[in-house]
T-cell receptor, first 115, second 116 residues
Framework: QKEVEQNSGPLSVPEGAIASLNCTYS??????FFWYRQYSGKSPELIMS????GDKEDGRFTAQLNKASQYVSLLIRDSQPSDSATYLC???????????????FGKGTKLSVIP | DGGITQSPKYLFRKEGQNVTLSCEQN?????MYWYRQDPGQGLRLIYY???????QKGDIAEGYSVSREKKESFPLTVTSAQKNPTAFYLC???????????????FGPGTRLTVT
Protein backbone atom coordinates (compact mmCIF):
# COMPACT_ATOMS: atom_id res chain seq x y z
CA GLN A 1 0.00 0.00 0.00
CA LYS A 2 1.54 3.25 -1.13
CA GLU A 3 1.43 5.79 1.68
CA VAL A 4 1.98 9.46 2.30
CA GLU A 5 2.52 10.46 5.91
CA GLN A 6 2.13 13.87 7.46
CA ASN A 7 2.09 15.07 11.03
CA SER A 8 -1.55 15.97 11.66
CA GLY A 9 -0.66 18.87 13.96
CA PRO A 10 -1.93 21.32 14.81
CA LEU A 11 1.27 23.21 14.15
CA SER A 12 1.19 26.63 15.77
CA VAL A 13 3.64 29.36 14.79
CA PRO A 14 3.70 33.08 15.63
CA GLU A 15 3.05 35.60 12.90
CA GLY A 16 6.24 36.38 10.97
CA ALA A 17 7.91 33.06 11.80
CA ILE A 18 8.83 30.24 9.43
CA ALA A 19 6.39 27.34 9.30
CA SER A 20 7.88 23.98 8.36
CA LEU A 21 5.61 21.23 7.12
CA ASN A 22 6.91 17.74 6.46
CA CYS A 23 5.84 14.74 4.42
CA THR A 24 7.28 11.28 3.85
CA TYR A 25 6.23 8.81 1.17
CA SER A 26 6.69 5.11 0.69
CA UNK A 27 6.87 4.65 -3.09
CA UNK A 28 10.46 4.99 -4.31
CA UNK A 29 9.40 5.45 -7.94
CA UNK A 30 7.29 8.54 -7.25
CA UNK A 31 8.46 11.47 -9.34
CA UNK A 32 6.08 14.35 -8.77
CA PHE A 33 5.14 15.97 -5.50
CA PHE A 34 2.56 18.60 -4.68
CA TRP A 35 1.46 20.78 -1.81
CA TYR A 36 -2.15 21.88 -1.52
CA ARG A 37 -3.65 24.38 0.89
CA GLN A 38 -7.18 23.75 2.11
CA TYR A 39 -9.11 26.29 4.12
CA SER A 40 -11.84 24.96 6.39
CA GLY A 41 -14.92 24.05 4.38
CA LYS A 42 -13.22 24.73 1.04
CA SER A 43 -11.58 22.64 -1.66
CA PRO A 44 -7.79 22.11 -1.93
CA GLU A 45 -5.77 24.71 -3.82
CA LEU A 46 -2.47 23.77 -5.48
CA ILE A 47 0.31 26.00 -4.16
CA MET A 48 3.55 24.19 -5.02
CA SER A 49 4.81 21.36 -7.18
CA UNK A 50 8.31 19.90 -7.27
CA UNK A 51 9.87 17.19 -9.42
CA UNK A 52 13.64 17.39 -8.83
CA UNK A 53 15.78 17.04 -5.74
CA GLY A 54 16.55 20.32 -4.04
CA ASP A 55 14.61 23.48 -3.35
CA LYS A 56 11.97 25.31 -5.34
CA GLU A 57 10.92 28.78 -4.25
CA ASP A 58 7.76 30.69 -5.10
CA GLY A 59 7.22 33.87 -3.13
CA ARG A 60 7.05 33.04 0.57
CA PHE A 61 6.83 29.30 -0.16
CA THR A 62 9.77 26.91 -0.58
CA ALA A 63 9.33 23.24 -1.40
CA GLN A 64 12.22 20.90 -0.63
CA LEU A 65 12.59 17.40 -2.06
CA ASN A 66 14.96 14.62 -1.04
CA LYS A 67 14.18 11.49 -3.05
CA ALA A 68 16.88 9.41 -1.36
CA SER A 69 15.21 10.00 2.01
CA GLN A 70 11.69 9.96 0.47
CA TYR A 71 10.98 13.26 2.09
CA VAL A 72 9.35 16.46 0.90
CA SER A 73 8.76 19.60 2.90
CA LEU A 74 7.12 22.99 2.59
CA LEU A 75 8.51 26.10 4.25
CA ILE A 76 6.36 29.19 4.64
CA ARG A 77 8.38 32.31 5.42
CA ASP A 78 6.93 35.35 7.17
CA SER A 79 3.84 33.36 8.15
CA GLN A 80 0.58 35.31 8.16
CA PRO A 81 -2.72 34.54 9.90
CA SER A 82 -4.18 34.04 6.42
CA ASP A 83 -1.83 31.04 6.03
CA SER A 84 -3.83 29.22 8.72
CA ALA A 85 -5.20 26.19 6.89
CA THR A 86 -4.63 22.48 6.41
CA TYR A 87 -1.76 21.64 4.07
CA LEU A 88 -2.01 18.45 2.06
CA CYS A 89 0.99 16.65 0.61
CA UNK A 90 0.32 14.65 -2.56
CA UNK A 91 2.56 12.22 -4.40
CA UNK A 92 2.08 10.54 -7.74
CA UNK A 93 1.96 6.77 -7.84
CA UNK A 94 4.40 5.84 -10.52
CA UNK A 95 6.71 6.70 -13.32
CA UNK A 96 4.41 6.68 -16.30
CA UNK A 97 1.05 5.74 -17.69
CA UNK A 98 -1.85 5.38 -15.29
CA UNK A 99 0.45 5.73 -12.29
CA UNK A 100 1.45 9.24 -13.16
CA UNK A 101 -2.19 10.34 -13.34
CA UNK A 102 -3.03 9.27 -9.83
CA UNK A 103 -2.07 11.06 -6.66
CA UNK A 104 -1.94 9.70 -3.15
CA PHE A 105 -2.74 12.34 -0.53
CA GLY A 106 -1.61 12.61 3.03
CA LYS A 107 -4.19 13.43 5.67
CA GLY A 108 -2.84 16.93 6.02
CA THR A 109 -1.18 19.11 8.63
CA LYS A 110 -3.26 21.83 10.24
CA LEU A 111 -1.31 25.07 10.53
CA SER A 112 -2.33 27.87 12.87
CA VAL A 113 -0.52 31.21 12.63
CA ILE A 114 -0.96 33.18 15.83
CA PRO A 115 -1.14 37.00 15.48
CA ASP B 1 -12.95 32.51 -16.80
CA GLY B 2 -11.55 29.00 -16.93
CA GLY B 3 -12.28 26.66 -14.11
CA ILE B 4 -14.07 23.69 -12.65
CA THR B 5 -17.65 23.96 -11.50
CA GLN B 6 -19.53 21.56 -9.28
CA SER B 7 -23.17 21.69 -8.50
CA PRO B 8 -24.94 21.83 -6.22
CA LYS B 9 -22.80 23.10 -3.35
CA TYR B 10 -24.98 21.31 -0.77
CA LEU B 11 -27.18 18.30 -1.43
CA PHE B 12 -29.54 16.49 0.89
CA ARG B 13 -31.03 13.08 0.10
CA LYS B 14 -32.93 10.35 1.81
CA GLU B 15 -31.32 6.97 2.26
CA GLY B 16 -32.04 4.61 -0.64
CA GLN B 17 -32.08 7.32 -3.31
CA ASN B 18 -29.52 7.63 -6.08
CA VAL B 19 -28.06 11.08 -6.56
CA THR B 20 -25.91 12.56 -9.35
CA LEU B 21 -23.24 15.17 -8.72
CA SER B 22 -22.25 17.44 -11.56
CA CYS B 23 -18.71 18.38 -12.56
CA GLU B 24 -17.87 20.58 -15.56
CA GLN B 25 -14.52 22.06 -16.62
CA ASN B 26 -13.59 24.50 -19.37
CA UNK B 27 -9.83 24.16 -18.93
CA UNK B 28 -9.49 21.73 -21.85
CA UNK B 29 -7.96 19.18 -19.48
CA UNK B 30 -8.02 15.58 -20.64
CA UNK B 31 -8.11 13.84 -17.27
CA MET B 32 -10.78 14.21 -14.60
CA TYR B 33 -11.16 12.72 -11.13
CA TRP B 34 -13.61 12.23 -8.30
CA TYR B 35 -12.54 12.13 -4.65
CA ARG B 36 -14.36 12.00 -1.39
CA GLN B 37 -13.12 13.59 1.81
CA ASP B 38 -14.26 12.60 5.28
CA PRO B 39 -13.30 14.37 8.51
CA GLY B 40 -9.85 13.33 9.66
CA GLN B 41 -9.15 11.41 6.47
CA GLY B 42 -7.23 12.25 3.38
CA LEU B 43 -8.72 12.48 -0.07
CA ARG B 44 -9.69 9.09 -1.44
CA LEU B 45 -9.99 8.47 -5.16
CA ILE B 46 -13.33 7.16 -6.38
CA TYR B 47 -12.96 7.18 -10.17
CA TYR B 48 -10.82 8.85 -12.75
CA UNK B 49 -10.95 9.29 -16.51
CA UNK B 50 -7.99 9.93 -18.77
CA UNK B 51 -9.99 10.40 -21.97
CA UNK B 52 -13.57 10.58 -23.18
CA UNK B 53 -15.53 7.31 -23.00
CA UNK B 54 -12.95 5.73 -20.72
CA UNK B 55 -12.68 5.65 -16.93
CA GLN B 56 -11.04 3.58 -14.21
CA LYS B 57 -11.96 2.68 -10.67
CA GLY B 58 -10.06 4.26 -7.86
CA ASP B 59 -9.61 2.96 -4.34
CA ILE B 60 -13.24 3.25 -3.23
CA ALA B 61 -15.42 2.80 -6.35
CA GLU B 62 -18.02 0.50 -4.79
CA GLY B 63 -21.44 2.14 -4.73
CA TYR B 64 -20.50 4.80 -7.26
CA SER B 65 -20.77 5.13 -11.03
CA VAL B 66 -19.50 7.66 -13.56
CA SER B 67 -19.71 8.52 -17.23
CA ARG B 68 -17.46 10.54 -19.52
CA GLU B 69 -19.40 11.33 -22.68
CA LYS B 70 -17.84 14.75 -23.15
CA LYS B 71 -14.38 16.07 -22.39
CA GLU B 72 -15.85 18.84 -20.27
CA SER B 73 -18.14 16.75 -18.08
CA PHE B 74 -17.63 13.94 -15.57
CA PRO B 75 -20.78 13.34 -13.49
CA LEU B 76 -20.72 11.05 -10.45
CA THR B 77 -23.73 9.01 -9.34
CA VAL B 78 -23.87 7.96 -5.72
CA THR B 79 -26.06 4.89 -5.65
CA SER B 80 -28.09 3.39 -2.82
CA ALA B 81 -25.43 0.67 -2.61
CA GLN B 82 -22.94 3.13 -1.13
CA LYS B 83 -23.07 2.41 2.60
CA ASN B 84 -21.77 5.72 3.93
CA PRO B 85 -22.48 8.35 1.28
CA THR B 86 -22.39 11.43 3.51
CA ALA B 87 -19.13 13.20 2.63
CA PHE B 88 -17.51 16.13 0.85
CA TYR B 89 -17.14 15.24 -2.84
CA LEU B 90 -14.41 16.86 -4.87
CA CYS B 91 -13.96 16.84 -8.62
CA UNK B 92 -10.59 17.59 -10.17
CA UNK B 93 -9.03 17.83 -13.58
CA UNK B 94 -5.39 17.66 -14.55
CA UNK B 95 -2.92 18.97 -17.09
CA UNK B 96 0.38 17.40 -18.07
CA UNK B 97 3.27 19.57 -16.92
CA UNK B 98 6.23 17.26 -17.46
CA UNK B 99 5.96 14.72 -20.26
CA UNK B 100 4.65 11.46 -18.82
CA UNK B 101 5.90 12.39 -15.36
CA UNK B 102 3.61 14.90 -13.81
CA UNK B 103 0.00 15.93 -14.00
CA UNK B 104 -1.06 18.89 -11.87
CA UNK B 105 -4.53 18.44 -10.49
CA UNK B 106 -6.90 21.33 -9.89
CA PHE B 107 -10.03 21.03 -7.81
CA GLY B 108 -13.56 22.31 -8.12
CA PRO B 109 -15.33 23.87 -5.12
CA GLY B 110 -16.87 20.58 -4.01
CA THR B 111 -20.34 19.26 -3.19
CA ARG B 112 -21.26 18.47 0.38
CA LEU B 113 -23.69 15.52 0.35
CA THR B 114 -25.77 14.60 3.36
CA VAL B 115 -27.83 11.43 3.34
CA THR B 116 -30.28 10.78 6.15
Amino acid sequence: QKEVEQNSGPLSVPEGAIASLNCTYSDRVSQSFFWYRQYSGKSPELIMSIYSNGDKEDGRFTAQLNKASQYVSLLIRDSQPSDSATYLCAVNLGRSGAGSYQLTFGKGTKLSVIP
Amino acid sequence: DGGITQSPKYLFRKEGQNVTLSCEQNLNHDAMYWYRQDPGQGLRLIYYSQIVNDFQKGDIAEGYSVSREKKESFPLTVTSAQKNPTAFYLCASSIEVASGVAYEQYFGPGTRLTVT
